[in-house]
């Protein structure tokens, strides 16, 4: 996918206030472009990256506190073999824990962070509908259809 009509920031922004979990692939013609750098190193979805350079695994969204996304150390996770930084990153077994938030910026740091199962399943259903609208706007021509309204009402 080249590009999303939707990514940008107006339509984050409008979907945030309304409440509804934004699932827009960024368009790549647009990389880069964030308003506000996180303190902390993420990939091109967002997704944070551990001072050895692995991938930190997402840990779900915590809504009801503080609005936030939880990352988990890879290592401890198994997702990735001994890691040098390790050693002066988390002495806890449960491993370093980052902490993303989308009103850093809503564009980057979506609710469903992209390249998670979720967001891969919503994106699944959203260019699903997607492709029923444009079979029945375009193949049986209800967008070129000329329906005649009369009103009823008289001023």
Known sequence: MSGSASDNYPTYELLHEW??????????KN???FKNLPPIGVNE???????????????????KDRCRIKWRC??????????????????SPYGRTVYTHPNW??????????????WT????KRTTAERINNRILNDYGVENSKAVV???FHF
């Open 45 to 63: 979805h967002g997704a944070p990256i551990c001072p050895g350079g692995n991938l930190m695994i997402y840990a779900g969204f915590y809504d």
């Open 31 to 33: 990389k880069g472009n």
């Open 19 to 28: 409440g509804i979990n934004a699932v827009i692939a960024l368009n790549t």
């Open 105 to 118: 910026d809503l564009r980057q740091f979506t609710t469903i962070p992209r390249g998670t199962l979720q």
């Open 74 to 91: 890879p290592r401890v996770l198994g997702k990735c073999s001994d890691c040098e930084a390790c050693q002066n990153c988390s002495k």
């Open 150 to 152: 009369k009103s009823t």
């Open 121 to 124: 399943n919503k994106m699944k």
